[in-house]
């Protein structure tokens, strides 16, 4: 089952056969079958073992009915027959139960309660009534008439993110990790907390082709948060740093947690663009990260690392990630497409990995990795088609405009409001999904409020996009967090508030990007350049010193009373460019830096 998966999707990639409705509902059919039998399979309870397996001729005949009869569908979309609304209900069950079941109950949910105010908000008095919808209308928009759950988003799944997905498992096939793992070591051993530098830098490198920060915490931390403790980190700050790492390879070019490639999709611009943009960001989140590390381990006491680099892995990995990302690279920056690209990557990656016993991989390891890749990308074609039925619904009964609406009028229209709640919502909406779903959901309905405030399409799209990512690690879901405090044995409120604790400084950083180019590399005038670069390094380790109430000695009140001027007056010269703000800013910070100067010599 998988192979023919794999098969037909490189199949449609290197010669289309059929057009984009009939690849999405095959795409569709694939997904449903597959996932169905891996639950049939894998959960003890009969009777979920009947459902699934009942479910998946269901399925088959359903979307069978769709292929056979496609052209009369879409040319009466919005007009269907009794058997069209039928088959269309089930087929919106069937979606929203399946991604029920692979991500929990939280999205589905929200799906259903903006399918209810699609049905029934012509009920509902005042400024959110909206015109009456016959019922059929309705399924006919969401899934029989080839809308809703086909469109845009499921035909994302076929052409972008399944060879990409399938691509990253087959680079975990070759053991990259290991070489991630060697290169952390060699890291660790040169910078203060070196264990916790370990997990920062080989979860970050594992993390760009992950599509999860969830996983990724899985993935590396069952070897580094061991470790870690083992160095002397307290159980909830191993977990926090692991999460904080896992989380940060989602924004890293040149995967990006696969959601870059999506992003460029949407807003129309290449991806080596976006790439290019992403990389000042990433730099500061991971020398945030780097310093926290180093703060956390100056105050307990921790002393550097001291494990051995195994050169042989280290230089027999190095051209199995250099080459194939390489080669996927460059040509996603020569404008080949994303599927293309991804199967060229595929290919390097197995031929480079082919050429050297240690990175050889077995043919089972291989099958299996492939599995387990087939059954995410299928996780995440299901996940679209409901991502489908949510947007659908919100523009269908205008809930969208609307919603921007109600923003503007809370805010009154000024930015920094508007920012924050923009902020709230897009994190909101993407606790607990993939990174890649996450950005889907808040590029449809948290970047428009953004881009009707005046900001560029590409600014708003980054900024939830950042907010998307820093889901995994921010209360009260905290899905990398959780993970986390199960591999540690530790509570996971605890570590949860580390995690944030960790990440919270780098919420600031998407403020910066609103009105400075020179975040995304772009030009503004030097001078400007150089004082907004500078503030951001005040506001975002300001920030770190004050949640972890440390700098070179645990910081007293008045410290923390500059460290708060510090950030916020830097964060509002990021907004304003008043040049009163950042005199205030650098006065402050460098007013905190002579207090705990002083403490560390009457220490000394």
């Known amino acids: 089952m998988v192979l023919t998966m794999v098969a037909y999707h490189i199949m449609i990639v290197w010669k289309p056969l059929f057009g984009s409705q009939i690849n999405q509902n095959n795409h569709l059919g694939f997904c449903f079958v597959l996932l169905f039998l891996h639950w049939a399979l894998i959960d003890e309870r009969r009777w979920v073992k009947i459902i699934c397996l009942m479910c998946i001729p269901l399925s088959l005949g359903l979307l069978t009915f769709m292929a056979m009869e496609n052209m009369r569908l879409m040319m009466e979309a919005g007009f269907p027959e009794n058997r069209d609304i039928v088959v269309g209900v089930f087929l919106i069950a069937l979606v929203m139960a399946a991604t029920w079941k692979a991500f929990g109950p939280i999205f589905p949910v929200m799906v259903m309660a903006a399918l209810a105010y699609t049905l029934w908000g012509h009920l509902?008095?005042?400024?959110?009534?909206?015109?009456?919808?016959?019922?059929?209308?309705?399924?006919?928009?969401?899934?029989?008439?080839?809308?809703?759950?086909?469109?845009?988003?499921?035909?994302?799944?076929?052409?972008?993110?399944?060879?990409?997905?399938?691509?990253?498992?087959?680079?975990?096939?070759?053991?990259?990790?290991?070489?991630?793992?060697?290169?952390?070591?060699?890291?660790?051993?040169?910078?203060?907390?070196?264990?916790?530098?370990?997990?920062?830098?080989?979860?970050?490198?594992?993390?760009?082709?992950?599509?999860?920060?969830?996983?990724?915490?899985?993935?590396?931390?069952?070897y580094t948060i061991p470790v870690m403790k083992k160095a002397g980190f307290r159980s909830e700050t191993a977990a926090a740093i692991?999460?904080?790492?896992?989380?940060?390879?989602?924004?890293?070019?040149?995967?990006?947690?696969?959601?870059?490639?999506?992003?460029?999709?949407?807003?129309?611009?290449?991806?080596?663009?976006?790439?290019?943009?992403?990389?000042?960001?990433?730099?500061?989140?991971?020398?945030?990260?780097?310093?926290?590390?180093?703060?956390?381990?100056?105050?307990?006491?921790?002393?550097?690392?001291?494990?051995?680099?195994?050169?042989?892995?280290?230089?027999?990995?190095?051209?199995?990630?250099?080459?194939?990302?390489?080669?996927l690279t460059t040509m996603l920056i020569f404008?080949?497409?994303?599927?293309?690209?991804?199967?060229?990557?595929?290919?390097?990656?197995?031929?480079?990995?082919?050429?050297?016993?240690?990175?050889?991989?077995?043919?089972?390891?291989?099958?299996?990795?492939?599995?387990?890749?087939?059954?995410?990308?299928?996780s995440i074609g299901i996940a679209c088609g409901c991502i489908g039925i949510f947007i659908k619904s919100l523009t269908l009964?205008?809930?969208?405009?609307?919603?921007?609406?109600?923003?503007g009028l809370i805010s009154g229209g000024h930015l920094l409001p508007t920012l924050l709640m923009t902020m709230i919502l897009s994190i909101v909406l993407s606790s607990s999904m993939p990174t890649v779903i996450a950005y889907i959901v808040v590029a449809f309905v948290s970047a428009p409020i953004l881009k009707d405030m005046g900001l560029s399409q590409q600014v708003a799209h980054f900024f939830v996009f950042y907010f998307a990512i820093l889901a995994a690690v921010t209360p009260p879901i905290a899905g990398a967090a959780m993970v986390g405090s199960q591999i540690a044995g530790s509570s996971y409120m605890k570590v949860s508030w580390e995690s944030f604790k960790l990440v919270g400084p780098f919420f600031i950083l998407p403020y910066f990007t609103v009105k400075n180019p020179i975040v995304f590399m772009e030009y503004q005038p030097p001078v400007q350049a150089i004082a907004v670069l500078f503030a951001m390094v005040i506001a975002l380790g300001a920030t770190m010193c004050l949640f972890q109430g440390y700098c070179f000695k645990p910081t007293g009140r008045m410290e923390k009373l500059f460290l708060i001027a510090a950030a916020c007056c830097a964060v509002l010269y990021g907004l304003y460019h008043h040049t009163a703000l950042f005199a205030v800013a650098a006065v402050s910070a460098v007013a905190f830096l002579v207090v705990q100067r002083k403490k560390q010599r009457n220490k000394n």
């Open 124 to 222: 509902v008095p005042g400024v959110l009534n909206h015109p009456k919808f016959e019922f059929g209308y309705v399924v006919s928009n969401l899934s029989s008439g080839f809308q809703g759950i086909y469109g845009m988003l499921l035909d994302a799944s076929v052409n972008l993110l399944f060879l990409l997905i399938i691509f990253g498992s087959i680079f975990e096939a070759t053991g990259v990790t290991a070489f991630f793992m060697e290169l952390g070591k060699w890291l660790g051993r040169n910078l203060v907390g070196g264990a916790g530098q370990t997990a920062v830098f080989s979860s970050s490198f594992v993390g760009m082709v992950n599509g999860a920060a969830a996983a990724n915490v899985a993935i590396t931390g069952s």
């Open 242 to 327: 692991e999460a904080m790492a896992s989380t940060g390879g989602q924004l890293t070019p040149p995967i990006m947690g696969i959601a870059v490639f999506v992003m460029a999709s949407f807003i129309g611009v290449s991806y080596g663009e976006l790439m290019f943009k992403a990389v000042l960001p990433a730099v500061f989140y991971y020398a945030l990260a780097v310093f926290g590390v180093i703060i956390i381990a100056s105050r307990e006491k921790i002393p550097m690392g001291t494990e051995q680099m195994n050169k042989r892995v280290f230089w027999s990995g190095m051209p199995v990630f250099v080459v194939p990302m390489g080669v």
């Open 335 to 378: 404008h080949f497409s994303i599927g293309y690209s991804a199967l060229f990557g595929i290919i390097t990656i197995l031929v480079v990995s082919m050429l050297q016993k240690i990175t050889r991989p077995a043919l089972s390891v291989l099958i299996r990795n492939l599995v387990t890749g087939s059954i995410m990308a299928a």
């Open 397 to 407: 009964s205008g809930a969208m405009t609307k919603l921007a609406l109600l923003v």
